[in-house]
Nanobody, 112 residues
Framework: QVQLVESGGGWVQPGGSLNLSCAAS????????MAWYRQAPGKQREVVAW???????TYGGSVKGRFIISRDTAKNTVFLQMNNLKPEDTAVYTCNAQWTYWGKGILVTVSS
C-alpha cells in the first residue's frame, strides 16, 4: 500500500511563503503524475497544481504565478513552493499520486 506523507505546513502571515513536501513510501513505482489539492473550510476540494512527466506543470487559476510545483522523480517526492500567500489560501493541502493515492493532508493557515 502506497503512503504519501505531507510536511511543511503551518501558520504564516499574508505575503509570506511556505514550502510543502510530500514523500511516497514506495519508490519502486514510478508515478507519472503527482499533484497537490486543497480544501478550504466550507468549500469543495480543488486541484492546486499537478506535474506530469514531460509536460509543463499545470496550476489552478488562483495560484498561478505564486505557487511552484516541482518533483524529485527518483524519490517520488513532490514539492509546492507557495509565495505571496493570501488569507484565501488557508486550507488543508493534500498530496496525490497518479490520481489514485492520497496523503492525509496538512493544514496551511494564512492570517495576521
Amino acid at each position: 500500500q502506497v503512503q504519501l506523507v505531507e510536511s511543511g505546513g503551518g501558520w504564516v502571515q499574508p505575503g509570506g511563503s511556505l514550502n510543502l513536501s510530500c514523500a511516497a513510501s514506495e519508490t519502486r513505482i514510478k508515478f507519472n503524475v503527482m499533484a497537490w489539492y486543497r480544501q478550504a473550510p466550507g468549500k469543495q476540494r480543488e486541484v492546486v497544481a499537478w506535474d506530469s512527466d514531460g509536460n509543463t506543470p499545470t496550476y489552478g487559476g488562483s495560484v498561478k504565478g505564486r505557487f511552484i510545483i516541482s518533483r524529485d522523480t527518483a524519490k517520488n517526492t513532490v514539492f509546492l513552493q507557495m509565495n505571496n500567500l493570501k488569507p484565501e489560501d488557508t486550507a488543508v493541502y493534500t498530496c496525490n499520486a497518479q490520481w489514485t493515492y492520497w496523503g492525509k493532508g496538512i493544514l496551511v493557515t494564512v492570517s495576521s
